[in-house]
């Protein structure tokens, strides 16, 4: 898995040459879409997260992430409808893509070449950009969501040009450098947070937009590489809700209402792990949001909850969530090569889709 998130720089250049290449700017030959819908799951789902998150609230049209069957009631031939799909073979993807073709939407598709996913989507006459194999989904977000955001300057959506996304690769390269593996961990940022985290709980707040939809990220490769459970959310929603657990049986203190002081913790087999809250901060957050992120984290040390915050780098919205998706990515291979587990498997996801096919 190191290798693959040190390739990301390399993804980047590669993918916008790629969309490039499959003439995605001709999608604004008739005009600006009512929305765009961007169809997917897991790794490639994320695809449209990203496009979400660096169109910001100054995009002119709606960007909806679906990630399910078929397609909203309301998705018809004014719509962008993009189909992500790593392997080509995604059920619910196709799914979603079948219905697309029928409604007679317009059509971008990003997955493997001669799959499914594109045989449907030639029957559609979409623009389809291929995806270089040999990497699990979540190892490919870039290949897969850059053809997305040159899609997204072209329409006039968001402002990525070339030297946008140059900068977002050579922003990767950087953090690629400093979280190589052969970095101690005192000069490490990866290394750090992935012992900060190690047997520990993960709340993951991100506070603004951008940096939620890298809470959702992180979250989601801490449960595919170091196989374990963590919550996300997004200030100032989710402090009216998840802050609550400050106080639960996971928070700081002991969860035992009958606790034996004197007993030996150091022997306890059975010791619950505990919370440490992570905000992901981001230069772009809300005034009042970055109040609440200082609250929570006093609270949160309050209870003897340890705070990590991680800093989104750089000015454009596509080099800020390329900072913290590399670092974190970074970490959560880290985490799970500190557990002693290998992070690329996935035999419960392996497992279930064996048996849904049988």
Known sequence: MLPAVASAAAQV???????????????????????????????SGIAGDVL??????????????????????????????????????????????????????????????GSPVDDLGQRGKAVFVPVTQGRQPRA?????????????????????PPDVVEHAASTLE?????????????????????LDLQDRLPVLWGTSPLAGAVAYRFACQLNENAKLLATWGVLPEANHNQVVAFDGPFAGGSSRSDDDFFRDRAEDEDEEPRLTLVL???????????????????????RDIPVVQLQAEGGAALSRLAS????????????????????????????????IRS
């Open 280 to 302: 992901l901060r981001d230069a772009e957050e809300h005034p009042q949001v970055a109040r609440r992120a200082d609250v929570s984290a006093e609270l949160a040390r309050e």
């Open 13 to 43: 250049r590669e993918a916008a040459v790629l969309a490039a290449e499959a003439g995605v700017s001709s999608l604004a030959d008739d005009g600006r879409p009512r929305s765009v819908v961007v169809c997917g799951m897991g790794g």
């Open 324 to 355: 913290l998706v590399g670092l974190t990515d970074y970490a959560s291979t880290y985490l799970a090569l500190l557990q002693g587990l290998d992070p690329t498997p996935v035999d419960a996801i392996t497992a279930l889709k064996d048996r």
């Open 52 to 113: 979400a998150a660096v169109a910001g609230s100054t995009c002119p049209v709606p960007v909806v992430t679906h990630r399910g069957y078929g397609l909203p009631a309301w998705v018809g031939p004014m719509d962008l409808v993009v189909a992500v799909s790593c392997s080509g073979s995604t059920e619910e993807t196709l799914s979603a893509l079948e219905e697309a073709v029928r409604r007679g939407c317009r059509l971008l598709v990003v997955g493997r070449s």
């Open 174 to 194: 950087d953090v690629a450098d400093r979280c190589r593996p052969d970095a101690a961990s005192l000069v490490n940022p990866a290394k750090r947070l992935a």
């Open 140 to 160: 490919s977000m870039w290949a897969l969501s850059v053809p997305l955001v040159v899609a997204g300057h072209g329409l006039g959506l968001l402002a990525a």
